[in-house]
């Protein structure tokens, strides 16, 4: 993946760049000092003062050039500062605020070149953050996502800034977060698809300067709930399972967040069974020693009377209970029928198992699996919840036997 080397950024640049930076008093000393060379000099990138001005310190030059002898020069820089456009730093505010409908604008305006566009979106800010990688901080919607994409092409999503992170370590990036609600789980959600849909599942193993990969970024992310895991593990399949670094794998991330979720911890321990459960990181932690008493006793509980489906009954795509189940007359082999059909549209036409040449005529309903699976679903689900209210009045026993043992013992007078 392509890391866009560190640029220099000029003094001025910062302060004008960092915050609003439009105190007079500073910006009339930096111009005092530096002369007209400096709304002349340029930083690695190419950009000059101007780019990273917004419009009340461009207005605050502009009085200091007033002030100056009116040579041609002068007024040259007065009218340039007097229409200037969007510039990096409005570019980059109006990220910084949620302020879409702008962002949005301004990349369907058809008045502004292409040129102009690609240097508001490559530009790093005076922060060094990229544009992009602020907007999926900021998780923006998908549809503005496509027009950076549709400008700059679809290498772009892989760009790195100076830390090495990537636009899906900031997606799932945490800070700040207080509350959340349905519709940041579902930016969430499409904003990951988006990325992954264009770069692929693998883009999730790619590691910062730090050696920390954005899944693990994912994983702990509070925004990412059971759907957005089983979508990730669809994509990926086994080979995302069997994924370790220094000996940790996917359940180990998810059981590294300060309140893990225990319907994904259920969900990757059915899906990845006893080889994801038994794994060590390097460390020799398994990823149950990170788990709150009341999971494991949960997991444990669950796991040995529930055990998961037969894998005859999973879909060999989504890992998942087969919902709605097809076959391929071909090889025999069954799947949801949403995850045939997507994989059709997506891979092509060989089976996703063995890799049978099929064409879609050839996929054909099984209802008789489709009608077992919902019977066992059904008696599983009454089980499990059967499961939990035992489990409930367990620890409610237990809780009660500890408060009676911890009364003192009555003291009987002597008749």
């Known amino acids: 993946m392509s890391s866009k080397p560190y640029q220099k950024k000029l003094v001025t640049q910062v302060y004008l760049g960092y915050g609003n930076g439009k105190c007079p008093r500073i910006i009339n000393l930096l111009l005092k000092v530096g002369g007209l060379d400096l709304l002349e000099l340029q930083d690695d990138d190419g950009l000059e003062i101007l780019d990273f001005s917004n419009k009340t310190q461009r207005q605050i030059i502009i009085d200091y050039l007033q002030g100056l002898d009116p040579n041609p020069r002068v007024r040259k820089h007065i009218e340039s500062l007097a229409n200037a456009g969007v510039t990096t730093k ?20 058809e008045d502004v070149s292409k040129e102009a566009k690609i240097r508001c979106i490559s530009s790093q800010s005076a922060c060094f953050d990229l544009p992009f990688h602020k907007f999926c901080e900021r998780h923006g919607p998908v549809d503005i996502a496509e027009q ?52 692929g599942w693998r883009f999730l193993l790619e590691t910062n300067n730090g050696g920390s990969d954005a899944l693990f970024a994912f994983m702990k992310s509070l925004r990412t709930d059971l759907k957005c895991v089983k979508s990730v593990v669809k994509l990926g399949g086994q080979e995302l399972l069997d994924y370790q670094r220094n000996g ?116 054909k309903k099984d209802p008789l699996l489709s009608k077992l699976v919902c019977t066992i679903k059904e008696e599983k689900d009454a089980k499990e919840v059967l499961q939990v209210q035992l489990l409930e009045s367990q620890n409610e026993n237990d809780f009660l036997r500890e408060q009676v043992q911890k009364e003192p013992k009555r003291k009987h007078d002597d008749l």
Not at 97 to 108: I, M, P, T
Not at 183 to 194: C, K, N, S
Not at 272 to 290: R, V
Not at 351 to 363: H, L, N
Request: glycine share 4%.
């Open 90 to 109: 409005d570019f980059f505010q109006w990220i910084d605020n949620s302020q879409f409908d702008r962002v949005r604008e301004y990349l369907l305006d």
């Open 148 to 199: 950076f994409v549709d400008i700059m092409g679809t290498q772009f999503l892989e760009s790195k800034d100076l830390r090495g992170d990537t636009c899906l370590h900031y997606a799932c990036d945490d800070f700040g977060i207080t509350d959340l609600n349905d519709e940041d789980f579902q930016r969430h959600y499409d904003l990951i698809d988006f990325i992954l849909s264009r770069t």
């Open 248 to 363: 940790e794998n996917i359940l180990h991330y998810a059981s590294e967040r300060e309140n893990p979720d225990i319907e994904v911890i259920k969900y990757l321990v059915s899906v990845g069974g006893p080889k994801l459960m038994e794994a060590e990181n390097h460390c020799g932690m398994k990823a149950e020693s990170m788990w709150p008493t009341e999971l494991k006793e949960y997991i444990a509980f669950t796991t040995k009377t529930s055990p998961a489906l037969s894998d005859d009954l999973q879909c060999p795509i989504c890992f998942d209970t087969l919902f709605d189940v097809h076959v391929i007359s071909q090889c025999c082999h069954r799947f949801c029928k949403s995850c045939i059909t997507q994989s059709y549209e997506k891979r092509g036409s060989t089976c996703p198992v063995c890799r049978a040449e099929y064409s879609i005529s050839d996929v």
